[in-house]
């Protein structure tokens, strides 16, 4: 099993659509979790940090699980400018990049 | 600021050329990194210096050296590359490095890149 799992999708939604991904990873010890977005051909730009209680960004929400171990990225009202790759990064003693999920959103 | 400067943007090297890296960042960071990326792949990392020392050396050939002049420059020097080292080049820092348990955080800001081509 990978330490850190992405489904690498694509996802394609429409305009105004909620879209959510997961991360699950397999080190109960991890200590922080990351949400990076990434555009073609660009670097990866810090979304937001995954909190224990949760936390929200505007239309983005990001939760940490740990009993099950996973993250999420909820994306409400999704806009044509959200459309790139999505990284969660783990952090242990190490720091891990998921495979990334490829959002696509579509007028 | 949370700007990370790469140089250059683009390189094409040969197979026996000396090329260098530069990497800076002004936020006091004491984490810096390497990270190799190729086309629909996550960054791989490839080395970590904290405090100015070399931290992890993620098995990388030898024909990639790393050096950190100072807390704030990152350099990757390269000699012998070969063809599959193409990728695209990534720099980033961060407050703190986990494995130092020094305190500060690990939000990690990324450079634009290096994109090199190694014929």
């Known amino acids: 099993r990978k330490e850190v799992e992405q489904d690498p999708g694509p996802f394609n939604v429409p305009e105004g659509a909620t879209v959510a991904f997961n991360c699950t990873y397999s080190?109960?010890?991890?200590?922080?979790f990351f949400w990076y977005r990434q555009d073609c051909r660009k670097e990866p730009k810090l979304l937001m940090s995954?909190?224990?209680s949760g936390n929200e960004d505007g239309r983005f929400t990001a939760q940490l699980n740990r009993a099950s171990q996973y993250i999420s990225l909820l994306i409400r009202d999704s806009k044509l400018s959200d459309s790139a790759t999505y990284l969660c990064?783990?952090?242990?003693?190490?720091?891990?990049f998921g495979t990334g999920t490829r959002l696509q959103v579509f007028p | 600021d949370t700007e990370v400067t790469q140089t250059p943007k683009h390189l094409v090297m040969g197979m026996t050329n000396k090329k260098s890296l530069k990497c800076e960042q002004h936020?006091?960071?004491?984490?810096m990194y390497w990270y190799k990326q190729k086309a629909k792949k996550p960054p791989e990392l490839m080395f970590v210096?904290?405090?100015?020392?070399?931290?992890i050396n993620e098995s990388v050939p030898s024909r990639f050296s790393p050096e950190c002049p100072n807390s704030s420059l990152l350099n990757l020097h390269l000699h012998a590359l070969q063809p599959e080292d193409s990728a695209l080049y990534l720099c980033?820092?961060?407050?703190?490095?986990?494995?130092?348990?020094?305190?500060?955080?690990?939000?990690?800001?990324f450079g634009p890149g290096t994109r090199l081509t190694v014929t």
């Open positions: 980033a820092s961060s407050q703190a490095f986990p494995q130092r348990l020094a305190g500060g955080t690990y939000e990690q800001y």
């Open positions: 080190n109960s010890a991890s200590q922080s």
């Open positions: 995954v909190y224990s």
């Open positions: 990064v783990v952090i242990t003693d190490k720091l891990i």
């Open positions: 936020m006091g960071h004491r984490a």
């Open positions: 210096y904290s405090y100015e020392k070399l931290s």
